[in-house]
Antibody, heavy 117, light 108 residues
Framework: QVQLQESGPGLVKPSETLSLTCTVS????????WTWIRQPPGKSLEWLGY???????NYNPSLKSRITISVDTSKNQFSLKLSSVTAADTAVYYC???????????WGQGTLVSVSS | EIVLTQSPGTLSLSPGERATLSCRAS???????LAWYQQKPGQAPRLLIY???SRATGIPDRFSGSGSGTDFSLTIRRVEPEDFAVYYC?????????FGQGTKVDIK
């Protein structure tokens, strides 16, 4: 059974960079796509982007200048960096496994990141 | 960007009743790449339906999806107590992939 776990700071200051890592266990990170999705408190979900295990990426244009997703196959991890954060980036951040032509099936439990000074 | 509009915002039902949730897209969803998720408080979304009508692994057959083009629906044949939750549709055929705003199914 594939499991995903997000990790990283729960509090980030405005204008700084949010950094999260997702560790995949119970299966290899190779072959699949790996996605980041977020959910502001009390709101709907927003797709941020994905990375293929080979390193190719696809980002949401609304974030394109601020977002970077990377993968480390040796550690079975992938990461999210979001620069120049504001209070609007406060959300629960989820990592998920994705497949070509299919929606995300396995999700992490989510981690709340608050942006505040 | 494809905008998904879900209705109603809230659906109040008694256990055993039938639930019909709607998801309308601002443009055609390619290859019926439309999914439905269930989310309970404090939990990650759970995939119910993909490809508009295919149930994900382990999903009870009281859940069914239908539709194509711009109009999709999720039906819960007889709502069980554990089905009270928020339901989201997502299109994953055209980047950026987008979600609807959600329909809350609560107890009448």
């Amino acid at each position: 059974q594939v499991q995903l776990q997000e990790s990283g700071p729960g509090l980030v200051k405005p204008s700084e960079t949010l950094s999260l890592t997702c560790t995949v266990s119970g299966g290899s990170i190779s072959t699949y796509y790996w996605t980041w999705i977020r959910q502001p408190p009390g709101k709907s979900l927003e797709w941020l982007g994905y990375i293929y295990y080979s390193g190719s990426t696809n980002y949401n244009p609304s974030l394109k200048s601020r977002i970077t997703i990377s993968v480390d196959t040796s550690k079975n991890q992938f990461s999210l960096k979001l620069s120049s954060v504001t209070a609007a980036d406060t959300a629960v951040y989820y990592c998920a496994r994705d497949r070509l032509g299919l929606p995300p099936d396995y999700w992490g439990q989510g981690t709340l990141v608050s942006v505040s000074s | 960007e494809i905008v998904l509009t879900q209705s109603p915002g809230t659906l109040s039902l008694s256990p055993g009743e039938r639930a019909t949730l709607s998801c309308r897209a601002s443009q055609s969803v390619s290859s019926s790449y439309l999914a439905w998720y269930q989310q309970k408080p404090g939990q990650a979304p759970r995939l119910l339906i993909y490809g508009a009508s295919s149930r994900a692994t382990g999903i009870p057959d009281r859940f069914s999806g239908s539709g194509s083009g711009t109009d999709f629906s999720l039906t819960i044949r007889r709502v069980e107590p554990e089905d009270f939750a928020v339901y989201y549709c997502q299109q994953y055929g055209s980047s950026p992939y987008t979600f609807g705003q959600g329909t809350k199914v609560d107890i009448k």
